[in-house]
């Protein structure tokens, strides 16, 4: 079984930063794309951000310029640096694992989510 495991929300204030971490654990040969989406009560979940394991990037308009995604490959982890955070940004931040491959096939995993608060 595999888990994606979240951490880094929280309360900031706007103009301010914060680091989200994911680690995906379980029996994984390799990951083929990690990302990050948010979704905000009443509205779908959309992408923020994505990485491949090649590290290839890719980023909602939104974010350009503010958001940086990496990951680890040795330790099946991505993360999401956030700055300038402005209260639009406030929202459930879910982490995604694509492609991930086990010894029982292919699978896609969601972490629980953690929620970013931008307000003053």
């Known amino acids: 079984q595999v888990q994606l495991v979240e951490s880094g929300g929280g309360l900031v204030q706007p103009g301010g930063s914060l680091r989200l971490s994911c680690a995906a654990s379980?029996?994984?040969?390799?990951?083929?794309?990690m990302g990050w989406y948010r979704q905000v009560p009443g509205k779908e979940r959309d992408l923020v951000a994505a990485i491949t394991r090649g590290g290839r990037t890719n980023y909602a308009d939104s974010v350009k310029g503010r958001f940086t995604i990496s990951r680890d490959n040795a330790k099946n982890t991505v993360y999401l640096q956030m700055n300038s955070l402005k209260p639009d940004d406030t929202a459930v931040y879910y982490c995604?694992?694509?492609?991930?491959?086990?010894?029982?096939?292919?699978?896609?995993?969601w972490g629980q989510g953690t929620l970013v608060t931008v307000s003053s």
């Open positions: 379980g029996s994984i040969f390799s990951i083929s794309v």
């Open positions: 995604n694992a694509a492609d991930v491959v086990t010894p029982d096939g292919y699978l896609e995993v």
